[in-house]
T-cell receptor, first 116, second 115 residues
Framework: AQTVTQSQPEMSVQEAETVTLSCTYD???????LFWYKQPPSRQMILVIR??????QNATENRFSVNFQKAAKSFSLKISDSQLGDTAMYFC?????????????FGTGTRLQVTL | GAVVSQHPSRVICKSGTSVKIECRSL??????MFWYRQFPKKSLMLMAT?????????EQGVEKDKFLINHASLTLSTLTVTSAHPEDSSFYIC???????????FGPGTRLTVL
């Protein structure tokens, strides 16, 4: 079974600064997908960024980027130029590829607070 | 695109009654839908995987007779909490997967309060 670990229950960052959220996972699979989801106070789950394990290049979406280290089974999220709207719970998640159960396994989450 | 709705957004019911929560994919056909439960300040816990036209697959520890799931069409899955009790109070979230895509699209969630 896969496990996803987020070791930072809470993080705080000042507006316009950069913050990195950590995530590690454990799997015996070689092909899989990794995601970062954001859950703001509205509790709507929003996909922030995704990474295919077979791609060596780190995914980037505007101010959000990941540092994917497959050998180390590490998948950290970097948020640049933090904005107040980035305040939310952030969940790291693992998925086996399509054709199997395609279930998402979530980490325990990191609560990010962006301050003035 | 890829919008998922849930209804109702909030429901309060008396202990012993049954509550039905609907999950709809509005602009795509979802062969697979997932039901999650989330306790306050906790992560999402997968309850079951719902496949159109077949029986749902429940995760270990989830009571099938307690949480009835029906996925009768490619755009609708329902979760019925039968004989609800206060310990069933929680936030329930559904997601839908578009066939061939390795991504789940989430509904806005339903807050259930059992008195």
């Amino acid at each position: 079974a896969q496990t996803v670990t987020q070791s930072q229950p809470e993080m705080s960052v000042q507006e316009a600064e950069t913050v990195t959220l950590s995530c590690t996972y454990d799997t015996s699979e070689n092909n899989y997908y990794l995601f970062w989801y954001k859950q703001p106070p509205s509790r709507q789950m929003i996909l922030v960024i995704r990474q295919e394990a077979y791609k060596q290049q780190n995914a980037t979406e505007n101010r959000f980027s990941v540092n994917f280290q497959k050998a180390a089974k590490s998948f950290s999220l970097k948020i640049s130029d933090s904005q107040l709207g980035d305040t939310a719970m952030y969940f790291c998640a693992f998925m086996k590829p399509t054709g199997t159960a395609s279930k998402l396994t979530f980490g325990t989450g990191t609560r990010l607070q962006v301050t003035l | 695109g890829a919008v998922v709705s849930q209804h109702p957004s909030r429901v309060i019911c008396k202990s012993g009654t049954s509550v039905k929560i609907e999950c709809r994919s509005l602009d795509f056909q979802a062969t697979t839908m997932f039901w999650y439960r989330q306790f306050p300040k906790k992560s999402l816990m997968l309850m079951a995987t719902s496949n159109e036209g077949s029986k749902a697959t429940y995760e270990q520890g989830v009571e099938k007779d307690k949480f009835l799931i029906n996925h009768a069409s490619l755009t609708l899955s329902t979760l019925t909490v039968t004989s609800a009790h206060p310990e069933d109070s929680s936030f329930y979230i559904c997601s839908a997967r578009l066939a061939g895509y390795n991504e789940q699209f989430f509904g806005p969630g339903t807050r259930l309060t059992v008195l």
